[in-house]
């Protein structure tokens, strides 16, 4: 089955600064590539999703790159702000049965104003 | 637009109690319905997943079960509850797409 790997488990910026998570995937059928931001006692809200057809996507501060060839992508975040504060997930997935996805073990991003 | 809804929003249950969580979703037909579970600190543990009604299949063997007796109903079930059940519980669903979408979550301890 799918391996996702997320790196680092946290990660302490100061605001105005940028931040970038990445992760690592093992299944080379895997074609979609969405990531959630977990605010504390909340759940998860799906922030942006890349497919495997493109290489990088934006909206505003945060961007996602795909590299497929060698199965991994990454969050960027520019110009943090404190409510970026949260614990981000990446996940992979593609258009099986069930549209599963497997998840990343998060990253804890602080942001230090 | 499409909703989810999750409850009881919170439980505390005694170790041996029964364990009913509800999860349904309004605005789409037939979507695929999952459980999560989520311990303190952690990450997303899948626990169920549903393609359609009386559908379901399991990615943890456990004292949890599921089921799904109408299309966008979604129970997750035990008969006695254990202390390592505890956990932030998340029902998530989609539709013809990928995009995965969560509900509000049940924060379940066991005492």
């Known amino acids: 089955g799918e391996n996702v790997e997320q790196h680092p488990s946290t990660l302490s910026v100061q605001e105005g600064d940028s931040a970038v998570i990445k992760c690592t995937y093992s299944?080379?059928?895997?074609?979609?590539f969405p990531w959630y931001k977990q605010e504390l006692g909340k759940r998860p809200q799906l922030i942006i999703d890349?497919?495997?057809?493109?290489g990088e996507k934006k909206d505003q501060r945060i961007a996602v790159t795909l590299n497929k060839t060698a199965k991994h992508f990454s969050l960027h975040i520019t110009e943090t702000q404190p409510e970026d504060s949260a614990v981000y997930f990446c996940?992979?997935?593609?258009?099986?049965?069930?549209?599963?996805?497997?998840f990343g073990g998060g990253t804890r991003l602080m942001v230090k104003p | 637009s499409q909703t989810i809804h999750q409850w009881p929003a919170t439980l505390v249950q005694p170790v041996g109690s029964p364990l009913s969580l509800e999860c349904t979703v309004e605005g789409t037909s037939n979507p695929n319905l999952y459980w999560y579970r989520q311990a303190a600190g952690r990450g997303l543990q899948l626990l169920f997943y549903s393609v359609g009604i009386g559908q379901i299949s399991s990615e943890v063997p456990q004292n949890l079960s599921a089921s799904r007796p109408q299309d966008r109903q979604f129970i997750l079930s035990s008969k006695k509850l254990l202390l390592s059940d505890s956990g932030f519980y998340l029902c998530?669903?989609?539709?013809?797409?990928?995009?995965?979408?969560f509900g509000p979550g049940t924060r379940l301890t066991v005492t």
């Open positions: 890349i497919r495997s057809n493109v």
């Open positions: 299944d080379s059928a895997s074609n979609y």
């Open positions: 998530a669903w989609t539709g013809n797409s990928y995009e995965q979408y």
């Open positions: 996940a992979a997935g593609y258009n099986n049965a069930g549209n599963m996805l497997t």
